[in-house]
């Protein structure tokens, strides 16, 4: 029951789309809504009262599993109307127990109910599947998830979270679109996973481009949490483990995403990020939310060079990834340091040897001098910058 290559699966919606005239398609590793890009800022856990203040702050898409299990559609359908009421997109998910005894009744019909409301984007049908791990047998159920998702709608793509660096090349032929929860907050430590620091966001990125030939599309699913805010726990949490993530540490996280190519940035979770402290009355004043609203403000701004489908180039040196990247006006630098350390970098916008580079987010300028930008990078600071393509740039071989 494995799906086709990537590729071919990638055609395949396109064709469905225009067969169907329905909205959404999987391409060269975009997504397309309504034939146009489509960059996901999302937020998980975010249940009915809350979406009207998630789409007040400029996220485009949400997920729950706050009715994922009930036996009526009606909490599942309050849900959707709501998310299309405010203008946002939707994850629907199966119900994950029964899916992870291949059993897809409830599926199906949850699938024949909800495929052609208005806010569906794609079907959610797992978080974290394990690939003969612990008795959970994703590798049994997830192609048999996907092919139930595509035979009973075939204009809707299929996503899943996968949680470790080998799940995309596992995974790759059970999801249209690969997302990837990485979280760093605190350091993780060494012997738990590969990577320093901020640094795995951009390994899930580019494993997901090399297994699906760059077909996939790649979100990256960041931690707005802390690991004391937990239903139950099994264990005790060491004391540096209870903090949420920085204002810096959320800026840091969705701009190593965007410069290592990916296609949308969501954030796991608006219920567990507040646990106790979570003040619905309150919202506007909550600290970690006006930093992570800020953010998702950047990235509206940001918005014709996140969706834009011109080459973009991506580079790691001197600690630093870095996106070169046309908006079909302007050329847009945007990088971050994914150490907890400053260091030093050599910032290049290929072609160009002279140039004055805007910040939009701050009142600076950089020089581009004989083709490199000097700069210094302060512990996970993220930088954006404008090349406006005007007299004032100076490009190799140019007169």
Known sequence: MMRKAAPVTALLLIMATMA???PVAVRDGYLLVDGEPFFAIGMYSVGTRDLPAVAEAGFNLVHTYGWEGQSTFDGGREWLDTCHDHGMKALVGLYRPPVKESRFEGAIRRIEQFRDHPALLAWHTMDEPGWEKEGDRGDLYMPAAYEVCREHDPDHPVTAVFCHFADPKLFIDTVDIVQADYYPIPPIPANWFSGTGLRGIKQYADITRDVSGGEAPFWYVAQFFDYSVSKEQSHEIPEEWQRGPTPTEIRAMTYMAVASGARGVLYWSLSRAMGTDWHRDSLSRVERWNALVQVVAELHELMPVLTSTEREIIRQRDRVVSMVKSDG???WLIACNYERTPTEASLVIPGVRTATLEMPFREETAQIEDGVALTHFEPL???????????????????
Do not use: I, N
């Open 20 to 22: 169907t005239g329905e």
């Open 329 to 331: 006006e302007d050329t």
């Open 381 to 399: 600071e993220a930088r954006v910058y404008r090349l406006r393509d005007d007299g004032a740039v100076e490009r190799y071989g140019a007169g």
